[in-house]
């Protein structure tokens, strides 16, 4: 999108920008809101952002329809012209403004609450291969938000959102791997995989996952039984204020798992989520 500067020059830019050129005003909203090449300027870049979202540009529909959304770059905070432009710019086909749409009517920000108008978007962008909105949609099926639930479904979302990196996409297909999870059987249980993807969401930082690795090397489940490991991944998920997390420290330290007894430190991490 960006042209050269050397070669277009920032003066010609903005002519043509002012003349009505897509890619100028686009260029011209960039430069002001990076700073590159004149100074940076969030009102000026919301200026041209508006000059090529009226032209039917979906990126720019979807920017104007953020800083509506969260109050930036000198625009009041107003959900219902955000929920417009985004709108715009999910008909347009982009992939993250339709999921950004499916949250507007999950959550009602800027519309009347709708689950089954929420769930079409999330089907929409992820079938766009958005892994945001794969996500979702797992999750729509996983719960029967918008749609009858269907386990089957959800797990082929998430497996797709995981495979993209998703990393509370990852906790699910580990979930599903695992024999503890409690409904119909979807796939083959298999703890060594459900380890691997906990393992691949926890490194990621999700808390849940962190708390489900330490389980697991905590009993030896998919994985060799390794209390120092456990005590390890149970920390990282406490240091996050993650009551799973801080109660299995406390534990740790009450019963020496993975670490020398410490009842002073058991008691210090039991009164962090007793408050």
Not at 44 to 64: M, N, R, V
Not at 220 to 231: D, L, S, T, Y
Request: include cysteine.
């Amino acid at each position: 999108m960006v042209k050269n500067l050397k070669n277009d020059g920032l003066e010609s830019i903005l002519k043509a920008a002012e003349a009505g050129d897509l890619e100028a005003q686009l260029d011209a909203g960039y430069f002001y809101e990076e700073g590159i090449g004149v100074k940076k300027n969030t009102k000026e870049a919301f200026k041209w952002y508006l000059k090529a979202a009226e032209q039917g540009d979906a990126i720019a529909q979807s920017t104007i329809g953020s800083c509506y959304f969260n109050g930036d770059w000198g625009v009041k905070k107003d959900e219902a012209e955000a929920f417009k432009w985004i709108l715009k710019a999910a008909e347009n086909g982009a992939a993250h403004a339709q999921d950004f749409l499916g949250h507007c009517y999950e959550s009602a920000w800027g519309t009347d609450r709708d689950e089954k108008e929420a769930f079409k978007w999330f089907l929409k962008s992820a079938e766009l291969g958005y892994a945001p909105a794969q996500f979702d949609t797992g999750y729509c099926y996983e719960y029967g938000f918008g749609v009858e639930k269907n386990a089957k479904e959800a797990f082929k979302w998430f497996l797709k959102a995981a495979e993209q990196g998703h990393d509370a996409a990852q906790f699910f297909v580990g979930y599903y791997y695992s024999t503890s999870y409690p409904t119909e059987i979807v796939v083959e249980k298999d703890d060594k995989k459900s380890f691997e993807w906990y393992l691949k969401s926890a490194e990621q930082g999700n808390a849940w996952s962190q708390t489900n690795v330490g389980d697991c090397y905590e009993n030896g489940i998919g994985v060799e039984k390794n209390e120092k490991e456990a005590f390890k991944w149970y920390l990282k998920a406490a240091e996050q204020n993650f009551e799973d997390g801080m109660k299995n420290i406390a534990r740790c330290y009450e019963e020496g798992i993975g670490i020398r007894k410490n009842t002073k430190k058991a008691a210090e991490w039991r009164s962090k989520y007793e408050k």
